[in-house]
C-alpha cells in the first residue's frame, strides 16, 4: 500500500526481505546502503538483539525513478529471521507494496526456507494480502559455498509463480541489485496501473 506524499511529490513503496534466520537478509541492504550516493539515501537504522542480527528493520529511502511526475522512494525493510518474533515479521509486512524472499543455498537450511516461506505466506495472508498477487523475487543468497543445492532443486522446491529468481552472494554484493531492481520494476509496474 503505498503512501503518496502530495506536497513533496513523492511515492513511497516499501519492499520487505524476507528469509530464515542468517539466510543474508540484512546483508542485503547493507550492502545496498553502502553502495548508494549519500544524497539518495536516508538512514540505516538497526536493532540487534542477542539471539537474532535484526530484530525489527532495517530502513532505507532509495530514489529510482518517477511515476506521473512522481518522485519514488522506497523504503527497504528486513524481518528477523527467527519465528521467535512472529508479531514482528507480521507488523514489518503492513502496508509492503513488493517482498524479496532471501533463501540460504545451503543444504542444512532448506527446512528454515520452507519454513521461511511458508511463514511469508501465512503473515502476508494475515495482513490482507495475496503472495500471487503482490510483486516478489525469489533470491538464492549464499551460491559462493561448497554445500548449496543446485539452484534447479531450490527453484522447483521455494518458486510460489512465475517470480524472477537471482542467484546471489550477498555480502560480496552478486545478485544485490539484480534482486533489487527486480522487485522495484514490478512495483513500480503496478503503481502505473493504479
Known amino acids: 500500500m503505498t503512501f503518496i506524499n502530495y506536497a513533496s511529490r513523492e511515492i ?34 538497526s ?26 522512494r522506497f523504503h ?12 514482528s515479521r507480521k507488523l514489518i509486512l503492513k502496508g509492503v ?5 532471501v533463501a540460504d543455498s545451503q543444504e542444512e537450511r532448506m527446512d528454515a526456507n520452507i519454513e521461511a516461506l511458508y511463514n511469508l505466506e501465512e503473515n502476508l495472508k494475515a495482513n490482507g494480502y495475496d503472495l500471487m498477487k503482490l510483486p516478489y523475487v525469489l533470491q538464492l543468497n549464499k551460491r559462493d ?21 537471482h542467484e546471489a552472494v550477498a555480502y560480496k554484493g552478486v545478485g544485490v541489485f539484480d534482486t533489487l ?3 522495484a520494476k514490478q512495483v513500480l509496474t503496478e503503481l502505473r496501473k493504479g
Do not use: H, W
Not at 520487505?16 to 539466510?23: A, D, F, I, K, S
Not at 540487534?48 to 518522485?71: I, N, Q, S, Y
Not at 527497504?76 to 508479531?87: C, E, K, R, S
Not at 559455498?145 to 524472477?164: F, G, H
Open 12 to 45: 513511497n513503496c516499501k519492499i520487505v526481505y524476507y528469509g530464515p534466520g542468517l539466510c543474508g537478509k540484512t546483508t542485503n541492504l547493507q550492502y545496498i546502503y553502502d553502495s548508494t550516493a549519500p544524497a539518495s539515501k536516508g538512514k540505516l537504522i
Open 181 to 183: 531492481k527486480s522487485v
Open 97 to 101: 507494496d513488493g517482498v524479496v524472499f
Open 76 to 87: 527497504l525493510y528486513t524481518v528477523p529471521g527467527q519465528v521467535f518474533y512472529d508479531a
Open 145 to 165: 559455498l561448497p554445500n548449496v543445492i543446485p539452484p534447479d532443486e531450490l527453484v522447483s522446491e521455494l518458486r510460489r509463480k512465475d517470480e524472477a529468481v
Open 47 to 72: 536493532l540487534a538483539t542477542e539471539t537474532d542480527r535484526t530484530l525489527f528493520f532495517d530502513f532505507m529511502p532509495l530514489e529510482l525513478g518517477t511515476v506521473r511526475g512522481f518522485k519514488t
